[in-house]
Structures are given as C-alpha cells and as structure tokens.
Nanobody, 129 residues
Framework: QVQLVESGGGLVQAGGSLRLSCAASGRTFSSYAMGWFRQAPGKEREFVAAISRSATITYYADSVKGRFTISRDNAKNTVYLQMNSLKPEDTAVYYC??????????????????????WGQGTQVTVSS
C-alpha cells in the first residue's frame, strides 16, 4: 500500500513557475514508477510526465515538453514536478500516481491513468493570463 500526498499548487501568473511535490508513505517507493496527471474542468484526466524507478527514464506529454521537469528523490520518498513558463491552459488539478509498470521498451502504457495503482488527492494549479 502506498499513500501519496501532493503539495505546491496555487495561483500563478502566465510565464511563472511552480514546483509540485508528492510525498509517498511506505518503504517501497523505489519499487514504483511515478507519474503526474492533470484534469481540467469538463475534461478527461491526461498524462503529463512519468519517471522510472531509478530516475533514468523520463517521459513528457508534448504539451509540456521543454517547460516541465519531473524528478524524484527515493531517499525522501518524493517525486517532483517543476513547472516553468506556465500557460493558462495548464490550469488543472494535478495528481501524482504510482505504477508497477516498468518504463521503457517502447510501450506507452505509462500514459494511461488506468495503469496506475495508487493516486494522490490532487493539488490545484491555476494560471492567470
């Protein structure tokens, strides 16, 4: 069992930055690949970024590539999402999630919310124009 708690959301002007954190409970954090998803009102939950267990592999949605950076600190049981050059269309509730899927190998399973086993409660990010 893994419990995830996100923090770091808030209101920021377009062009600004935020850093989201996701703290995990339990001793098995390093056994999971981690992902960030987001969901805007009236829209489906969409993939944002993922990072492998050892942080050697990262993936990003095209919409955030070059602006967002995912990282993790297994010693602190925490995964981060650094968000720069924020746009109003980045406004959403951001969720972190844990999966037993191994990243790499050409599979895109990491982009599917149904392939994640544990979820946080979400943190709101609002970008004003």
């Amino acid at each position: 069992q893994v419990q995830l708690v996100e923090s770091g959301g808030g209101l920021v002007q377009a062009g600004g930055s935020l850093r989201l954190s996701c703290a995990a409970s339990g001793r098995t954090f390093s056994s999971y690949a981690m992902g960030w998803f987001r969901q805007a009102p009236g829209k489906e939950r969409e993939f944002v970024a993922a990072i492998s267990r050892s942080a050697t592999i990262t993936y990003y949605a095209d919409s955030v590539k070059g602006r967002f950076t995912i990282s993790r600190d297994n010693a602190k049981n925490t995964v981060y999402l650094q968000m720069n050059s924020l746009k109003p269309e980045d406004t959403a509730v951001y969720y972190c999630a844990a999966t037993v899927i191994r990243l790499g190998g050409g599979s895109y399973r990491y982009t599917g919310p149904n392939n994640y086993d544990y979820w946080g409660q979400g943190t709101q990010v609002t970008v004003s124009s």
